[in-house]
């Protein structure tokens, strides 16, 4: 596959600035108010929890991508971990601050299926290709 191909062969500070950048994405959609969702959303109906999803199976990706790249050890069990901290942190935030949102076990339940997703994904499809 091309796009797999071409995604692997990226430099390692490309993986960074773009999980970097994902991260700041999942932060403020995590962080604002329900009321600025809501407005972004406007007609657009996706639920929320597939979003959580996504959110941490990219956000797990691309920073195993980096660590790979910079050949950490135990890349895929560091990356997962720090996403999902990542994901409580960001529910204990969402809790304490006053922006109309709050603390839902589901969204980690859901953070987690995505952040699950991708290590399967690592594991038994780009392991393989980037050794």
Same mark, same amino acid.
């Given at each position: ?15 960074? +600035? ?12 995590? !962080? ?18 597939? #979003?959580?999803?996504? *959110?941490? *199976?990219?956000?797990? &990706?691309?920073? +195993? ?11 895929? #069990?560091?990356?997962?971990? *720090? ?8 529910? #204990? ?7 109309? =949102?709050? *603390?839902? &076990? ?6 987690? #299926? ?6 399967? !994904? ?6 393989? =290709?980037? =050794?």
């Amino acid at each position: 596959m091309p796009i797999i191909k071409n995604l692997l062969a990226l430099h390692k500070n490309t993986y960074l +600035f773009l999980a970097v950048s994902w991260l700041c994405l999942i932060t403020l959609a995590s !962080l604002v108010s329900v009321k600025v969702v809501q407005e972004v959303e406007h007609g657009i109906e996706v639920p929320d929890k597939l #979003v959580h999803g996504v *959110f941490y *199976f990219v956000n797990t &990706l691309l920073f +195993f991508l980096y660590f790979n790249k910079s050949q950490i050890k135990n890349a895929i #069990v560091k990356v997962s971990l *720090f996403s999902f901290v990542y994901g409580i942190i960001i529910e #204990v935030l969402q809790y304490v601050l006053p922006y109309e =949102r709050s *603390f839902d &076990l589901k969204d980690i339940i859901a953070n987690s #299926v995505g952040i699950l997703t991708a290590i399967f !994904l690592i594991k038994y499809a780009l392991i393989t =290709r980037l =050794r």
